[in-house]
């Protein structure tokens, strides 16, 4: 089945410690978001990539870093820098611009 | 369960009675609009979608009505089930500071009791 996994459920962070979150998709969607979920908030797009080799900064991308080496895979990097990371992680793709999104089932990540 | 949408309007539903969901989109030109479900604990679902040439979409129990005028889109759910509990959130899509990317709203709780 086609679909879009992201690892691990849960994570942990300790202060000052760089996480790295997977996304891989095989639906063969060109392009791929980062979203943050808060309590009462609607999403909040970090990163997104429209092609391989290139991505675009989100609303709130400061304190996170991704890479676009595959069409299949667009892992997060939650930094140092982010003071506040405890959220809920949301990958999602798309086949294009306007093309509505298939999500994946999403990372917990707390700082302890 | 995931602890997405702690401070959420709630809307409480008797199980078998109709729901409606509402949400306010902000711009003006977003010409595409999608209604995701997102039960506790995973990522949101694509439950239905509507361009901006329409006012209504029927799929499976599930209605989309759209207001241009007042930007207002509305999601109802027939004869509602215990399986509909989840939160429930808009997104249109407009050309942006992102190129044609969603944004999507805070949410809705939908609570189906028995």
């Known amino acids: 089945d086609g679909g879009i996994t992201q690892s691990p459920k849960y994570l942990f962070r300790k202060e000052g410690q760089n996480v790295t979150l997977s996304c891989e998709q095989n639906l063969n969607h060109d392009a791929m978001y980062w979203y943050r979920q808060d309590p009462g908030q609607g999403l909040r797009l970090i990163y997104y990539s429209q092609i391989v080799n290139d991505f675009q900064k989100g609303d709130i991308a400061e304190g996170y870093s991704v890479s676009r080496e595959k069409k299949e895979s667009f892992p997060l990097t939650v930094t140092s820098a982010q003071k506040n990371p405890t959220a809920f992680y949301l990958c999602?793709?798309?086949?294009?611009?306007?093309?509505?999104?298939?999500f994946g089932s999403g990372t917990r990540l707390t700082v302890v | 369960g995931e602890s997405v949408g702690l401070h959420l309007p709630t809307l409480s539903v008797q199980e078998g009675d109709n729901s409606i969901i509402n949400c306010a989109y902000s711009?003006?030109?977003?010409?595409?609009f999608i209604w995701y479900k997102q039960e506790s604990g995973k990522g949101p679902q694509f439950i239905i979608d509507i361009r901006s040439n329409m006012d209504k979409r029927q799929g499976q129990r599930v209605t989309v009505l759209l207001n241009k005028t007042v930007k207002h889109l509305s999601l109802q759910i027939a004869a509602t089930q215990p399986g509909d509990s989840a939160v429930y959130f808009c997104a249109e899509n407009f050309l942006g500071n992102y190129g044609q990317n969603f944004v999507f709203g805070p949410g809705t709780r939908l609570s189906v009791l028995p």
């Open positions: 999602a793709s798309s086949p294009g611009q306007g093309i509505g999104y298939t």
């Open positions: 711009n003006s030109a977003s010409d595409y």
